[in-house]
Nanobody, 123 residues
Framework: QVQLVESGGGLVQAGGSLRLSCAAS????????VGWFRQPPGKEREFVAT????????YYADSMEGRFTISRDNAKNAMYLQMNSLNPEDTAVYYC????????????????WGQGTQVTVSS
């Protein structure tokens, strides 16, 4: 199975950018579809973006479309989330996840999760 570790979270001002990384170990990440989810304070976990095994297909939650970009580097066994034009509503713990199924916006479809990285956007 694959182990995932996120990094790159932190405190940023509204309008700023952050790039999250997710490093995989244990198994080759290229055998999984992967995604990003987030959990805002006091709310349920929600879908952010997903990308297929080759990186050729990407899907985003409506509120992230155009601001966030998901990518992966299978040679480095890693995936990324570039977040631009951040606003306070983007404050959340961000998780990367992997699934042996296809791309999905459903968290239940993902069997492997990182521990999460905190992103805080100040106004």
């Amino acid at each position: 199975q694959v182990q995932l570790v996120e990094s790159g979270g932190g405190l940023v001002q509204a309008g700023g950018s952050l790039r999250l990384s997710c490093a995989a170990s244990g198994r080759t990440l290229s055998t999984y579809c992967v995604g990003w989810f987030r959990q805002p304070p006091g709310k349920e976990r929600e879908f952010v973006a997903t990308i297929n095994r080759s990186g050729g297909m990407k899907y985003y939650a409506d509120s992230m479309e155009g601001r966030f970009t998901i990518s992966r580097d299978n040679a480095k066994n890693a995936m990324y989330l570039q977040m631009n034009s951040l606003n306070p509503e983007d404050t959340a713990v961000y998780y990367c996840a992997a699934t042996q199924w296809g791309t999905s916006h459903r968290s239940d479809d993902y069997a492997y999760w990182g521990q999460g990285t905190q992103v805080t956007v100040s106004s």
